[in-house]
């Protein structure tokens, strides 16, 4: 299975941690443009997203891409 993985950038991280890293980096307001869904937009929060984005997996899967676009734009890190 891990083998399978190998490429995969999103291994081992989790939606929380994902999440964490947008809002410290692009805040709140920018992860409301780049992906248009309420809880972002309305009184967000880490819980009241992390609980929408389990349950909607085209809104998680527009997180993670904008998570990758993210990390591309970042200096490498060590």
Do not use: D
């Not at 291994?11 to 809002?23: P, R």
């Amino acid at each position: 299975m891990a083998a399978t993985q190998i490429n995969n950038p999103l291994h081992g991280l989790t939606l929380e941690k994902i999440l964490s890293e947008l809002i410290e980096g692009v805040g709140w307001a920018e992860m409301g443009r780049q992906v248009e869904i309420r809880c972002f937009t309305h009184e967000p929060s880490l819980s009241s997203s992390l609980r929408f984005l389990r349950r909607t997996p085209w809104a998680r899967a527009k997180v993670e891409a904008l998570y990758l676009q993210y990390q591309r734009g970042q200096p490498n890190r060590t």
